[in-house]
């Protein structure tokens, strides 16, 4: 089973950036979906942005409207690992941030990771 860990969050003020990565304990491969969740206290967790392989190759990404155009996600399959930039937070972007891994064909077998606290305050 994929064991995920993710790091890079913290406080950061409105307006401000970081990067988030996801370690997986073993390597990339088409079968696998991963994505970028979030969940703040009182709301539901919601998809922020995921990435997965296209039909033609390469890679195809899907973001949440609230997100587009200001965070970016990103693989780096030498380093087994999926990063997500987060550029001009607003305070609305506060949460729990979870990566995800999912199977494409069966998307009920899938790990997540422990999360990381995003803070976006002045």
């Known amino acids: 089973q994929v064991r995920l860990v993710e790091s890079g969050g913290g406080l950061v003020q409105p307006g401000g950036s970081l990067r988030l990565s996801c370690a997986s304990s073993?390597?990339?491969?088409?079968?696998?979906?991963m994505g970028w969740y979030r969940q703040a206290p009182g709301k539901q967790r919601e998809l922020v942005a995921d990435?997965?392989?296209?039909?033609?190759?390469?890679?195809?990404?899907n973001y949440a409207d609230s997100v587009k155009g200001r965070f970016t996600i990103s693989g780096d399959n030498a380093k087994n690992t999926v990063y997500l930039q987060m550029n001009r937070l607003k305070p609305e972007a506060t949460a729990l941030y979870y990566c995800?891994?999912?199977?494409?064909?069966?998307?009920?077998?899938?790990?997540w990771g422990q999360g990381t606290q995003v803070t976006v305050s002045s």
């Open positions: 990435i997965s392989s296209s039909s033609s190759g390469g890679t195809h990404t």
């Open positions: 073993g390597p990339f491969s088409s079968i696998w979906t």
């Open positions: 995800n891994a999912r199977h494409v064909l069966f998307p009920s077998l899938n790990s």
